[in-house]
Nanobody
Framework: EVQLVESGGGLVQPGGSLRLSCAASGFTFSDYVMTWVRQAPGKGLERVSTISLSGAPTFYEDSVKGRFTISRDNVKNTVFLQMNSLKSEDTAVYLC??????????WGQGTQVTVSS
């Protein structure tokens, strides 16, 4: 069974940092591009960052460039999102997902990030 389990969210003050993790199981993790998306209250899904099979970041949403860093560990089957200089507008539920070549999508349950003083 494919599982994606996010963790690392929480309440942080503006300017603070968090490191999100997405632990994968049930599939060959190293075979898939992985993506972090977020959904802010009352808004739609927004792609945050994508990472290639080999670990090269291939996409950052403009507002997170220079502040967020995506990485992966293909031994531990985990993708990370290091978030620095957090702003109130980063408040959202953060989810990881991947899409197979046949078009199936698999999502985690998400982890809440709240940036507030």
């Amino acid at each position: 069974e494919v599982q994606l389990v996010e963790s690392g969210g929480g309440l942080v003050q503006p300017g603070g940092s968090l490191r999100l993790s997405c632990a994968a199981s049930g599939f060959t993790f190293s075979d898939y591009v992985m993506t972090w998306v977020r959904q802010a209250p009352g808004k739609g899904l927004e792609r945050v960052s994508t990472i290639s099979l080999s670990g090269a970041p291939t996409f950052y949403e403009d507002s997170v460039k220079g502040r967020f860093t995506i990485s992966r560990d293909n031994v531990k089957n985990t993708v990370f999102l290091q978030m620095n200089s957090l702003k109130s507008e980063d408040t959202a539920v953060y989810l990881c997902y991947f899409r197979t070549t046949s078009g199936s999508e698999y999502w985690g349950q998400g982890t809440q990030v709240t940036v507030s003083s």
